[in-house]
């Protein structure tokens, strides 16, 4: 089993709608990242988190420390969020990362 | 601008050509680190480094070297490529190893 797991692995919308992607961590942690990537492109780090919530404009993370758990949600969706987004965490007292498998998202106009 | 450079962004090669791909970044940023991306298996930490002189392996080492000899540059050695490590790899940087991640924009890697 994965040490980070995310959900859905892949993900279709209209624009416009309410997005939320879920990951799911089985060890303890001191960071957990939520990743960027468009088709073809490079990675851009969205958010690092270690508690709490974190909004950027559409984007709003959050993270349960006690249950293990962040959500990425997109609040009115648009075409260029179709990416595919990973989750990632650092290992408390490791300076190792480790990612989850990606969810793809596509966002219809 | 602050940015990670990674080079070659494309390269071909045969079995046991020793390649290098080097790794730049420009924000002196302490923690570097390597990842290869494999469809199906996502991102795969290969080694990170800490500072200058300390590195460490990440999760798929076997088969790369590093070096970190100085704060911004920090390359990835492949000393006999074999045709498993045809991937996608990625560099990134970050001011220390819990925080905010400064990825290139990858260098896609085959070998025949």
């Known amino acids: 089993k994965n040490e980070v797991e995310q959900s859905p692995q892949n993900l279709t919308a209209q624009e416009g709608e309410f997005i939320t992607i879920n990951c799911s961590y089985s060890v303890g942690i001191s960071a957990l990242h939520w990743l960027q990537q468009h088709p073809g492109g490079g990675i851009v780090s969205l958010f690092m988190?270690?508690?709490g919530k974190k909004k950027h404009g559409r984007l709003i993370a959050t993270i349960n420390i006690q249950e293990k758990h962040s959500s990425l949600h997109i609040t009115a969706s648009h075409p260029r969020d179709s990416a595919v987004y990973i989750c990632?965490?650092?290992?408390?007292?490791?300076?190792?990362?480790?990612f989850g498998t990606g969810t793809r998202l596509t966002i219809i106009p | 601008e602050a940015q990670v450079t990674q080079n070659p962004r494309y390269l071909i090669t045969v079995t046991g050509k020793k390649l290098t791909v080097t790794c730049s970044q420009n924000m002196n940023h302490e923690y570097m680190s390597w990842y290869r991306q494999d469809p199906g298996l996502g991102l795969r930490q290969i080694y990170y480094s800490m500072n200058v002189e300390v590195t460490d392996k990440g999760d798929v080492p076997e088969g790369y070297k590093v070096s970190r000899k100085e704060k911004r540059n920090f390359p990835l050695i492949l000393e006999s490529p074999s045709p498993n490590q045809t991937s996608l790899y990625f560099c990134a940087s970050s001011l220390n190893w819990a925080g905010e991640l400064f990825f290139g924009e990858g260098s896609r890697l085959t070998v025949l």
């Open positions: 988190l270690s508690s």
């Open positions: 990632a965490v650092t290992v408390g007292g490791n300076e190792k990362l480790t």
